[in-house]
């Protein structure tokens, strides 16, 4: 990778954290409370957006060796606050390391003399034709990554021709994200607390052409991050919040708003946005195959299964290891959505070869546009199509649909 260290631009946020360095106790008992109640996001203080923040700059191409690599040298380059607000996960960590882990124990068992050729990624998935099974999943404030923000990645997913979702949390509002990837965009709902801002944001994402809303079920509360906490650090408010509720013109007021999150939130909501918009309503963060069933049963569109990148509730299982139960509870009735964990075209078909239909990939394609923008990310997913292709070819896969269980080996006790 050829990548340059710059210098960056120090925030109050990233002077706070290098003093809580030297102290982590004492900035854990100074920082803002967190505890029963406090809700996601909606932390900002006045003058907050006063704070500058500046991520990468450079637009190129990355030559991608693997993206743990990427990770380092996105560090060399982004505000500390920002970096660690990116690589962090929830709580001590346990569940962000233990998807890496389980992802890699999961042993592949190829079919040699099957005589394919080339295998043919291409899919589909609720009316989207993909020319592999990869799309971008919903990630807050690409603003800490590079001063692109969604543009940039909306310009990568549109130059490899994939599906992005959008963060309720985008610093670039809904409207222009979309028409830098145009008809391949579904819009993530932190369900706010306040219906008529809930149907602000969905209706926002019909009119600009969004085809489905992605509810974000895991994250009623917040999990306190250590790594947050530790860094003083608050997602800068002066990075932009596109998606603030319009009636709303102070921007620190808006922020917290924003934050404010429908805590009881159930089935009766999910279906609610459906007979709003009249969209796709993919329920993001199902880990349990109970869920699973409920939403194929009350006519969601699709299962989305993931544990946040380990960012949400800290303990619970990597996902890779409870996608097989979900897809048997499927049986097919919905298409599967995958993400926490992918690294590597090893983790899109072990996926794959769970159940999954698509997946998508996080905190690497973050770190691409860090160090390269529209460029950078679309480096890290062609990357994982082209490692995808190398080992769908030597497993004996011909296609999307080959890629079954049995590509996989069985655990020996
Ligand atoms: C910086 C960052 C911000 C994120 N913001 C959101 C968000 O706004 N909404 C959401 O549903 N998930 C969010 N996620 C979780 C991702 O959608 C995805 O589930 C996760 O990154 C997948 O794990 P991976 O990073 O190991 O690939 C975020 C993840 C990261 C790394």
Redesign the pocket.
């Known amino acids: 990778m050829d990548v340059q260290r710059r210098d960056f631009l120090l925030t109050g946020a990233v002077a706070a954290a290098a003093a809580a360095s030297v102290a982590p106790a004492l900035a854990q008992t100074a920082a803002a409370p967190v505890g029963p109640g406090t809700e996601r996001g909606g932390n900002a203080r006045p003058g907050d957006e006063r704070i500058q923040y500046q991520g990468g700059t450079e637009v190129k191409r990355l030559r991608i060796i693997n993206t743990a690599e990427l990770e380092i040298e996105a560090e060399k380059i982004l505000p500390k606050g920002g970096y660690g607000?990116?690589f962090g996960g929830s709580g001590s960590e346990y569940t962000k390391r233990e998807?890496l882990r389980a992802m890699e124990s999961i042993h592949l068992e190829p079919h040699f003399l099957s005589g394919v050729g080339k295998p043919d990624l291409s899919t589909t998935i609720l009316g989207h034709k993909l020319p592999f099974p990869i799309i971008v999943?919903?990630?807050?404030s690409h603003g800490l990554a590079h001063v692109s923000k969604e543009i940039g990645t909306a310009t990568a997913a549109k130059a490899v021709g994939t599906v992005m979702m959008l963060?309720?949390?985008s610093n670039v509002p809904l409207e222009e994200v979309a028409k830098a990837n145009p008809g391949n965009m579904w819009m993530?709902l932190?369900f706010p607390a306040d219906r008529g801002y809930a149907r602000e944001v969905i209706m926002r994402a019909k009119e600009a052409g969004y085809t489905a809303i992605v509810p974000?079920i895991d994250s009623t509360l917040a999990y306190p991050r250590d790594n947050n906490i530790r860094n003083d650090f608050r997602i800068p408010v002066s990075l932009g919040k596109g998606n603030a509720p319009l009636n709303e013109p102070d921007t620190v007021k808006a922020a917290n708003m924003m934050g404010r999150r429908k805590v009881d939130l159930n089935f009766d909501d999910m279906v609610w946005i459906k007979e709003q918009t009249g969209l796709k309503v993919i329920p993001?963060g199902i880990m349990s195959p109970a869920t699973a069933i409920q939403a194929v049963e009350r006519g969601l569109d699709a299962v989305y299964v993931?544990n946040?990148?380990g960012?949400a509730l800290d303990g619970v299982a990597p996902a890779i290891n409870q996608l097989p139960r979900i897809a048997d509870a499927v049986r097919g009735r919905a298409p599967i959505i995958f993400?926490?964990?992918?690294r590597r075209g090893q983790d899109v078909f072990r996926a794959l070869a769970l159940g999954a239909d698509v997946v998508?990939?996080?905190?690497p394609i973050?770190y691409g546009l860090a160090l390269g923008g529209p460029l950078g990310a679309q480096s890290v997913l062609e990357y994982l199509r082209d490692d995808l292709y190398i080992v769908m070819q030597l497993t004996g896969c011909k296609d999307i649909k080959s890629v079954t269980r049995d590509r996989l080996a069985p655990r020996i006790a």
């Open positions: 607000y990116i998807n999943p919903p990630m807050g963060s309720m949390q993530q932190y974000t993001k993931s946040h990148g960012r993400d926490s964990g992918i998508a990939c996080g905190r973050l």
